[in-house]
Every structure is written in C-alpha cells, then in structure tokens.
C-alpha cells in the first residue's frame, strides 16, 4: 500500500474544503434565486386578480416549470388558491392577514387612529396617516369624510415622497439630508404642478419646515389639496406624519394657514403620546 506524504495529505484537505466552501456557496446563491423568484411571484399575483400559469411565468421572467413548482408550494402554504373553473391562480387573504397582525402592533397607529377620526370630523376633510419608507410615503391609515369625491390612496399603498403632503412633512424634519433619502432627482413627475427637481424640493422643504406644515397643491393629483404635518421625534427627527385632503377647484392662502395649525396641532398631540420615549412601535422601526 502505498503512503500519502503530509504535503499530499494536506494538499487534498484544502482542495477537499475548497470543493466543500464552493458547493456551499452555490447553494446559497441557488437559495437567494429561489427566494426572490418566490417573491417575485407573490408581488406579481398581488397586481393581478387571477392569472394563468404561463402568462405568471412571461411577465415574471421564470420559466413556466419553475413557476408552477413555485405555485404549487405557495398553493400548499396557504398563500394561493387555484380556480376550480379556469385554473388561474389568484392570491388567498392570508398574506392580508400577517399584515394585519404586523400592523396591529405599530404603536403610532395605535395612538393617531382616535385622534385622526376627531381631526376627520373637525376638518370635514379625509385623514391619514404615513410613515417614510425608502423614498416612499406608506400610508398606515385613513378616515374618510363625506366627501363624494375622493383620493383613492388606502392603506398600504405607496405614493412618492416628494410631491405628497406627509412625505414633504417628513423629509423636512429628518435630520439626514434630503439628497440622500430620494436622491437628487429629476423626480417623479405626477402633475404639472409636481416639484421635480431637487432645488425646488430643497426650497418647499425649507418653507414647511419654518411653519411646521406641509401642503400639496395639485402635486400628486389635479384637483387635490393636503395639508400635512410631521410627528416627531425618533431616530431621523420624524416618525411619520399625518395630513387633511380634499377634492375641491382650489385652497385660499387663509384656509391654508389654519388647516396647517390645526394639522400641527394634531401630531404634536400624538408625538406627546408615543411612549418609550417617542420611539416608533414594532413595524415603524422594521420598515425602517
């Protein structure tokens, strides 16, 4: 039999993890693969009523085998079902569910929802509630007026930060520079009376922050006007912000001024109210 030198023997002990490290490392990036393919499944189904297999597959960019296993696993979890008619695929309520439960546990919604009800009433205007996320405003809650016209923005949708009444509150308290929260724009462009550029941010935020209100005229949608105001306090300055809109053909300066007080008003109530020294509850500071 023949022997194996130390040098040999240690030679094939390295090449032995190596082979082992590379196997390993592949194995992770195959699991990452899987996992955002999963998510991008679920995001997309979210944006659809019902749909087929392969018309899922060519809109997600996955091979239509890949997305029916991915289906199939998604389907055994709870989180889709399966027409019995037309055998399209359509998401179940049970990712509407954890979310529920995540979002009972925000502190802030909590705090503001009783206190964005009296401001719906006082106001006869549409309430709500947002968080900053990313570059994004994150609207937690609202309460409609009864107004026949309204915006259509429910919790859980995003809007851009820039051109809405409680992301402008929000970044013109955040301690961190504007810049390096949306970027340096051109930003997104909703209405022709939209702020679209970085100066013209620079200079709105600037005026919110000296009267410790915000207000969009038209920004996000014609015909709409917000007034909104930040509640402070946490780790950037802020920790969401809460705002009144209306549908109408316009706001007078004068309205402006006393929606804004009685709006800045309203979220220094709730900022007072977050315990633990005003830092966000479970979700605020996950979606941070």
Known sequence: MKRVSRAAERTLSTQSLESESLSADGGDRAARSTAVNMLSLVEKLASTERIGVTALARIAGIPVATTYRMLRILEQTGYVEQLETSKE?????????????????????????????????QTGMTTNLGVLVGTDLLYLSKVESGDLFTLNQPPGSRSPATCTAMGKAMLAFDTRP????VGKGPYVCRTEYSICTLEELKKDLTETKRRGYSIDRQEFALGVYSVGAPITGGRYGQQGAISVSAVRPGMRETECRQLGEIVKSVASEISARIPNGGQLGILGEWIR
Do not use: N
Request: hydrophobic share 50%; proline share 0%; charged share 25%.
């Open 89 to 121: 695929y359509r998401l179940t309520l049970k990712l509407f569910s954890l979310g529920c439960e995540v979002a009972s546990k925000t502190t802030i919604r909590d705090l503001a929802v009783v206190e964005l009800a009296k401001l719906a009433e």
């Open 178 to 181: 504007v810049a390096s929260i």
